[in-house]
């Protein structure tokens, strides 16, 4: 089976201001770029919530659509609707085998979701995943706690950190805010 990998996702919380962001390319198995302007972060309920994902992206896309219906179930409630869906990705057996993380996050909370039911509210008020997730989450730590940069310029200088180390992470970046 060929194996798809690609996406390093990052967000930051910082005063009023929630970003998320994440890199465009998206790599089938070791040595092809198969797109470089993959679009894997949005707005979604409302222009309310901010989601990206890694991973497969028609899973993500699925998830994502799951998601969307788990805050119209709960009203918008973040957590109650990431938990529904944690839930749910666990349980069912059409869902369980959706290979995919997803950060989400509105103006209070950033949460990553998976697909073992884990909800997770992270210590610091940054956060990233996939392949260049660890590279991202380093440098935003670093840019957070050493800077006076906004929300967006420490999403956007973290993934072009990623990129520059991450060969699966490119500087295709996009980048959502609330």
């Not at 890694?54 to 179930?73: I, N």
């Not at 290979?99 to 998976?114: F, G, P, R, T």
Request: glycine content about 8%; charged content about 25%; overall charge negative.
């Amino acid at each position: 089976m060929v194996q798809f990998h690609a996406t390093t996702i990052c967000a930051v919380k910082k005063g009023d201001e929630v970003c998320i962001g994440g890199d465009g390319q998206v790599t089938m198995g070791e040595t092809a770029i198969m797109k470089n302007g993959a679009k894997k972060v949005k707005k979604i309920y409302k222009n309310t919530v901010l989601s990206g994902f890694a991973g497969s992206v028609a899973d993500a896309f699925s998830l994502t659509e799951k998601f969307e219906s788990k805050l119209d179930e709960h009203g918008g409630n973040l957590k109650r609707a990431a938990v529904a869906l944690a839930n749910l990705w666990r349980s069912d057996k059409a869902v369980r085998n959706l290979e995919a993380l997803m950060i989400v996050a509105d103006k209070d909370d950033i949460l990553i979701i998976s697909g073992t039911g884990e909800v997770i509210v992270p210590d610091q008020s940054f956060v990233a995943i996939g392949s260049g997730g660890n590279y991202a989450y380093a440098a935003a730590n670093a840019l957070y706690n050493n800077t006076d940069l906004s929300a967006e310029e420490i999403v956007r200088k973290s993934l072009e950190i990623a990129a520059s180390i991450c060969v699966y992470t490119n500087d295709h970046i996009s980048v959502e805010k609330l």
